[in-house]
Nanobody, 119 residues
Framework: QLAESGGGLVQAGDSLKLSCKAS????????MGWFRQAPRKGREFVAA????????RYTDSVEGRFTISRDNDKNEVYLQMDTLKPKDTAVYYC??????????????WGQGAQVTVSP
């Protein structure tokens, strides 16, 4: 029910925008998030956005470089990634769920989109 697109191979310093399309009626009633998993590492939180876009959160390593946004009319969430670094190389996953007191309960996951940043 979640499908990511927009991944690819870029050079350090470049920008890339990921999109995630949701099918179903749950989108506007869920917070949306992005996670990533680098080779030989666990899945880590990247960014999240509230149902009505009034609140966003980022992990420290992407703060100021990445921007999460959503369009509830299109059932889409986006991750604009600027000034990419090789350490941003990972499979990026879109997710939907709830956030309460800063703790996420993620119900739906996409299949992932590969982002590779060369030096």
């Amino acid at each position: 029910q979640l499908a990511e697109s927009g991944g690819g191979l870029v050079q350090a310093g470049d920008s890339l925008k990921l999109s995630c399309k949701a099918s179903g009626r749950f989108f506007s009633s869920r917070a949306m998030g992005w996670f990533r998993q680098a080779p030989r590492k666990g899945r880590e939180f990247v960014a999240a956005i509230s149902m009505n876009s009034d609140s966003t959160r980022y992990t420290d390593s992407v703060e100021g470089r990445f921007t999460i946004s959503r369009d509830n009319d299109k059932n889409e969430v986006y991750l604009q990634m600027d000034t990419l670094k090789p350490k941003d190389t990972a499979v990026y996953y879109c997710t939907a769920g709830y956030v309460h007191n800063g703790i996420g309960a993620w119900e739906y996951w996409g299949q992932g989109a590969q982002v590779t940043v060369s030096p």
